[in-house]
């Protein structure tokens, strides 16, 4: 069963232009929502995170949406740079308490930056 | 925002054998985390590590195949018992991270397991 879904295995964005990846859960326990970027051969970086009492969280060239109704958060990258390629991943979890929480991964969505 | 280093980077091992992987942060952190990455696939987190205690482990992964070590707050081994073909993956150790509007989690490079 997967929780978090990336349905767009892949995008291809032209430099400068917005590119927008989305993200959907089933899970209504989850209330802090991260996305993180991997290059090939390393690890996860963090990029930005929301929590579920908002709704847009800002962090440079990073906004990240939440729409907890329909259960859809979505990350737009604004404008697109070709260091960006990338793979995306989307991540939940639910915080009863604050750190020590289990991420749940999306499935990914690889981002390609045209020059 | 926390280092951490983790080796090897990648492995080929036999069936049947077992491999150590070892993750050092530079700073000293309470949980630390073991996540796999099949081919293809998400992340999925095998176990969480606690200094002091054993660590907790999720559906589907059990201590005698994955046992971890958490001897200290900065370091933490996972061992992949008695290895198949199908435990071939990256394996990834992670510590919590606090920005000033945003909290998460960092990662080390990963291990990629190959095992024949």
């Known amino acids: 069963d997967q929780q978090v879904k990336q349905n767009s295995p892949s995008l291809s964005v032209q430099e400068g232009r917005i590119s927008i990846l989305n993200c959907d859960y089933t899970n209504s326990m989850f209330d802090y929502f991260l996305w993180y970027k991997k290059y090939p051969a390393e690890g996860p970086t963090f990029l930005i995170s929301i929590s579920s009492i908002k709704d847009k969280n800002e962090d440079g060239r990073f906004t990240v949406f939440l729409n907890k109704s329909a259960k859809h958060l979505s990350l737009h990258i604004v404008p697109s740079q070709p260091g960006d390629s990338a793979v995306y991943f989307c991540?939940?979890?639910?915080?009863?308490?604050?750190?020590?929480?289990?991420?749940?991964f999306g499935t990914g969505t690889r981002l390609t930056i045209i020059p | 925002s926390a280092v951490i280093s983790q080796k090897p980077s990648r492995d080929i091992c036999q069936r049947g054998t077992s491999l150590t992987i070892q993750c050092q942060v530079d700073s000293q952190v309470t949980m630390m985390f073991w996540y796999r990455q099949q081919p293809g696939q998400s992340l999925t987190l095998i176990a969480t590590?606690?200094?002091?205690?054993?660590?907790?482990?999720e559906s589907g992964f059990v201590i005698d195949k994955f046992p971890i070590s958490r001897p200290n707050l900065t370091f933490s081994t996972l061992t992949v018992s008695n290895m198949s073909p199908e435990d071939s993956s990256i394996y990834l150790c992670s510590v919590e991270e606090y920005r000033s509007t945003n909290y998460g989690y960092t990662f080390g490079s990963g291990t990629r397991l190959t095992v024949v």
């Open positions: 590590a606690n200094q002091g205690s054993e660590a907790t482990y």
């Open positions: 991540a939940a979890s639910a915080r009863p308490n604050f750190g020590n929480e289990k991420l749940t």
